[in-house]
């Protein structure tokens, strides 16, 4: 069995895994991230999981977006609430070429290319100075009710990294669970989780011939989901069998292309291997009926073909990682704020039926941002582990919003930060002062807010 050893473990190089190395290392910590697939990105690159949504705050009547509606958003033009790591992975793509900046034109989203973020997260990476190994699967703890010592499966046999401090940002909170630490899935009271979805990429896209086919027929467009007429055409005729309640398009960094994302599998969950399995059958055979129902009967899109799907589906929701404080869809609803504050977000409650049509968007109040307290990042049971991402202690209201990328990036720093401040200190992560975290989240460019700002001068003070 082969072994190494680091300050600080992080266990998925997904947005979250790539915000936590990034910044464990910035503090000093030496870093190893191990990630499963051969490529970083996680949900961004293997799911293709894109645009990045809004991180920018609502104004109460946000402006009609673009003259073909492909940026959707429920943001206007506000303010940024996450920065950090997160900043500089978008500034590195855009320098690449790779993604345009969040404008009222793109809907205050981050349209990207999944294949250039691939290229950029190695170079962050390489210049941190973070250990990573690739085509690894966590299977495993050593040791029962600790994350010390976490096992991978390779093609090189086990491995076994050894660490002071591990983050969980695997999105399903598997390390978590192996060590023992409580979980919640699904809602109150059936305990279904949100559905999943295959997103795929166009190419061929004529952009013209469907702006003018959106502009001769606003009725039937609805804002960014439409083209109402032409579905029930597709379904009277045999054509299409849409499994949710739109066609919902992204832009992307790139003329010609659209990320479409109108898959839809329900009630299967991420954590079964036989449910994934249907999940992939069915979503790919939902995404050649959406093609060619494009191609068919959509004006712009008759010369379209689907250029890449996602390396697995994607997937919502899972494990929900209970901590020192459950996060509330009430918290986010009403901007709630705290004292141990580590990231902000804007995003909505947004909810896709988990039986079957229909999603619950609820907005965020305008001009508001909610903050994620540290304690949703502490698992409980388990002293040496926090976690990151989607699979932070929240219910399935809140999992809906804080589940998108700028969060998941902004609570991977937190996670990060905190993670290299107890391997320097020798203590487990619940031990270091908040104070101490909210510093050196601000030294490194995190948005904490005034609440953040005013409890990290005073312990500086």
């Given at each position: 069995m082969q072994a190494a050893e680091a300050d600080v473990l992080v266990v998925g190089g997904g947005p979250a895994g790539l915000g936590a190395a990034l910044a464990a290392a910035d503090a000093g910590a030496d870093v190893v991230l191990v990630e499963r697939y051969g490529f970083l990105g996680g949900n961004a690159t293997a799911a293709l999981v894109m645009p990045?949504?809004?991180?920018?705050?609502?104004?109460?009547?946000?402006?009609?977006?673009?003259?073909?509606?492909?940026?959707?958003?429920?943001?206007?033009?506000?303010?940024?609430?996450?920065?950090?790591?997160?900043?500089?992975?978008?500034?590195?793509?855009?320098?690449?070429?790779?993604?345009?900046?969040?404008?009222?034109?793109?809907?205050?989203?981050?349209?990207?290319?999944?294949?250039?973020f691939k290229t950029v997260a190695l170079d962050l990476l390489d210049a941190s100075g973070v250990r990573y190994l690739v085509h690894?699967?966590?299977?495993?703890?050593?040791?029962?009710?600790?994350?010390?010592?976490?096992?991978?499966?390779?093609?090189?046999?086990?491995?076994?990294?050894?660490?002071r401090a591990t983050i969980d940002c695997t999105g399903?909170?598997?390390?978590?669970?192996?060590?023992?630490?409580?979980?919640?899935?699904?809602?109150?009271?059936?305990?279904?989780?949100?559905?999943?979805?295959?997103?795929?990429?166009?190419?061929?896209?004529?952009?013209?011939?469907?702006?003018?086919?959106?502009?001769?027929?606003?009725?039937?467009?609805?804002?960014?989901?439409?083209?109402?007429?032409?579905?029930?055409?597709?379904?009277a005729a045999g054509d299409l069998d849409l499994a949710r309640e739109d066609i919902l398009f992204f832009g992307s960094a790139?003329?010609?292309?659209?990320?479409?994302?109108?898959?839809?599998?329900?009630?299967?969950?991420?954590?079964?291997?036989?449910?994934?399995?249907?999940?992939?059958?069915?979503?790919?055979?939902?995404?050649?009926?959406?093609?060619?129902?494009?191609?068919?009967?959509?004006?712009?899109?008759?010369?379209?073909?689907?250029?890449?799907?996602?390396?697995?589906?994607?997937?919502?929701?899972?494990r929900r990682i209970l901590g020192g404080y459950v996060l509330t869809g009430e918290d986010i609803l009403t901007a709630r704020k705290f004292d141990d504050v580590i990231a902000r977000g804007t995003y909505p409650v947004d909810i896709h039926n988990p039986h079957g049509k229909g999603t619950v968007l609820r907005s965020v109040p305008a001009g508001d941002a909610y903050d994620v307290p540290l304690r949703c990042l502490l698992p409980r049971d388990v002293d040496d582990l926090l976690t990151a991402g989607r699979c932070i202690s929240?219910?399935?209201?809140?999992?809906?919003?804080?589940?998108?990328?700028?969060?998941?990036?902004?609570?991977?720093?937190?996670?990060?930060?905190?993670?290299?401040?107890?391997?320097?200190?020798?203590?487990?992560?619940?031990?270091?002062?908040?104070g101490a975290v909210q510093a050196e989240l601000i030294r490194q460019g995190a948005d904490l807010g005034s609440r953040g700002h005013e409890d990290a001068a005073a312990v500086e003070a």
């Open positions: 990045w949504m809004s991180f920018h705050t609502r104004r109460p009547q946000p402006p009609r977006l673009g003259d073909v509606g492909l940026f959707p958003t429920d943001h206007g033009e506000g303010e940024p609430v996450v920065a950090g790591k997160h900043i500089e992975v978008i500034d590195r793509l855009i320098e690449a070429g790779g993604a345009l900046p969040p404008s009222v034109a793109t809907g205050y989203t981050v349209p990207f290319d999944p294949e250039v690894a699967f966590a299977s495993g703890v050593r040791t029962p009710g600790r994350a010390a010592e976490v096992v991978f499966e390779t093609k090189s046999g086990p491995v076994v990294v050894t660490a399903d909170g598997d390390v978590a669970a192996a060590a023992g630490a409580p979980f919640e899935i699904g809602r109150e009271p059936d305990g279904l989780v949100q559905p999943m979805t295959l997103m795929f990429r166009l190419v061929g896209y004529d952009a013209a011939a469907f702006g003018a086919y959106v502009g001769e027929h606003p009725d039937q467009w609805r804002s960014v989901h439409g083209l109402w007429d032409l579905v029930d055409e597709a379904t790139h003329p010609g292309e659209v990320a479409v994302n109108s898959t839809r599998v329900s009630q299967v969950f991420g954590t079964d291997v036989f449910e994934l399995t249907r999940a992939e059958a069915v979503s790919h055979r939902q995404m050649s009926q959406v093609a060619a129902f494009l191609r068919d009967y959509v004006p712009g899109f008759a010369d379209s073909y689907v250029a890449q799907s996602g390396v697995q589906v994607g997937v919502r929701e899972t929240g219910t399935h209201e809140a999992h809906s919003s804080y589940r998108v990328t700028p969060t998941a990036m902004a609570t991977g720093q937190a996670a990060g930060v905190c993670a290299a401040l107890a391997a320097a200190r020798g203590c487990a992560p619940r031990r270091v002062e908040i």
